[in-house]
Each structure stands twice: as C-alpha cells, then as structure tokens.
C-alpha cells in the first residue's frame, strides 16, 4: 500500500503487527507532498516528505516508496542484492537489502529530475523500517523520524538531517528550541539532490508491546514527544484513533505543513 489517503489500516499479518495510518495535507499546503509505504507481506513500512514546485515533491515521495517496495520484493526473504563485497562483509542480509532498496530510491528520483526540466531539484526525505525474520533494520535520509515507544517511554530512534539537529549535536541548539529555528526545515540530506546519496542504518531490537511511530516533520515540529507518547498510551490499542488524534493536534497548532504518521504494534 503506497499513498496518502486520510486513513487506512492494516490486519494481523503473521509476525503479530498492526498498522495504522494516517496522512492530511494540513491547514496551509493545498497538496499533500507526503507518501507512506506499508506492505507487511515483505515487511517494509516507510514515510516519505517530498520537496519541490509544481507537484514535483509529491511525485518524488510516490516515486522513491515505489521504488523501495519493489527492489525489496525482488527477492526472496534473507537475499542480498548485488552489493559490494566489502559492503556485503560488514552489513547483515536484511540490512543490505534496505540500504540497496534507499540508494535505488535515490537513483530512480534523481534520474526523472534531470530528465525532465518542470521536475529539477525535486527530492524527498525518507524514514523505512524493514522487518524480516525476526530481524529489524532501520534506515533513513532527511529529518523524517521514526520513535520506539516502551515501557511508557518514548524514544526518537533516528537523528534528523538537518541544519538546526546539527547544532543540536554540536551544543548550540537546546532541544527545545529546535522547532523555533528559522533553520529548522533546512535539511542537509535528502533523496535525489546527486546520483548517490549516504544512508544511515541501524539494526533495532523489537518486543512484544513496543510501538513504532514513523512521521514527516508536519508531526514532529509541531507535537512534542511526550504527547505523541500520551496520544498512543491513552489510545489503549486503537491504533487509528491514536493516528487521528496525532494528526489533529499538529492542525490544532497551525498544521502548517502536510502531517503523516505511521504506527505499528509489535504483539
């Protein structure tokens, strides 16, 4: 399933996960330039933000979830796509398949904005968790994010490519004031700006009772952490309800850019 409709959901799949999703373009933008991949027979789950004039950003974020889900259903579960050895020695199976699944994303984005002029400089962010056998990779570009929430915490697994996170790290920035930067949409890393494009990816241990949450930046700018974890806690399992009311408080606060969330149960 690849789009950004309101609302859908998904059934029990038989690695016990549940889904959710839900997706607005928000109270400013006429067009929602976000997309969402969730296909639990191969176990990808993506968020992607586009960026660019003229509808170009939505079909960048369409374009490169497209292009994942189809270099990871290539193959057979657990089969590594033509890699480099040294790339092949150091990275596990699943791993190599995401990271190839992103870098071909990147390439198919890239490709259509050179060809076509309207399409120059298009790009997109992207946040994918891949789920295979057991084994859970997570792996992205831009400031798209994926959070862990368990035991009644909430934790944003990846750290955001962009000018103000940077500072962030560096000591110039509290966390706090990230979201009142005027640097804060300004990111430093994004599919289709060059014919490659560096991922980062890392494995991550699930349980049974966690929660991923996968979001554009239309969410995370405008909603804390700590209330992303209330709206999930007090939805008692109703994963679109905690979907909807996500979704609802961004708009209530501006909803000043497209809002997209993603969340998976782990039973």
């Known amino acids: 399933m690849i789009g950004s409709p309101a609302l859908r959901r998904g059934d029990e799949v038989p690695l016990k996960l549940h889904f959710s999703v839900a997706s607005d373009p928000g109270r400013v933008r006429k067009n929602n330039e976000d997309s969402f ?12 933000d586009g960026m660019g004039g003229h509808a170009a950003g939505e079909i960048a974020s369409r374009l490169a979830l ?3 889900q189809k270099t990871l259903a290539e193959g057979p579960p657990g089969k590594t796509p033509p890699f480099s050895p040294e790339q092949t020695a150091v990275l596990s199976a699943p791993t190599n398949r995401l990271v190839e699944g992103i870098r071909s994303a990147n390439r198919a984005v890239y490709e259509v904005s050179e060809e076509k002029e309207e399409y120059r400089g298009m790009g997109t962010t992207v946040v994918a968790v891949y789920i295979d056998d057991g084994h859970s990779t997570v792996a992205h570009v831009g400031d798209s994010r994926l959070y862990r929430i368990r035991g009644g915490k909430i934790e944003q697994v990846t750290e955001d490519h962009s000018v103000v996170w940077e500072q962030f790290r560096e000591g110039l920035l509290s966390k706090d004031a990230l979201a009142a930067s005027p640097l804060k949409n300004i990111v430093t ?21 966690d929660f991923l949450l996968l979001c554009s930046d239309g969410l995370s700018d405008l909603v804390p952490d700590e209330e992303l974890l209330r ?5 008692s399992g109703d994963l679109d309800r905690a979907c909807r009311r996500m979704v609802q408080r961004a708009n209530q606060r501006g909803g000043k850019d497209n809002i997209t969330v993603l969340l998976i149960q782990i039973e």
Do not use: N
């Open 66 to 68: 497209s292009t994942l």
């Open 37 to 48: 991949l969730a296909d639990p027979r191969i176990g990808i789950f993506a968020v992607a």
């Open 189 to 209: 890393r994004a599919l289709g700006m060059g014919p490659a494009v560096d991922v980062d990816v890392q494995d991550l241990e699930l349980q049974r009772g």
């Open 231 to 235: 709206e999930v806690e007090e939805a």
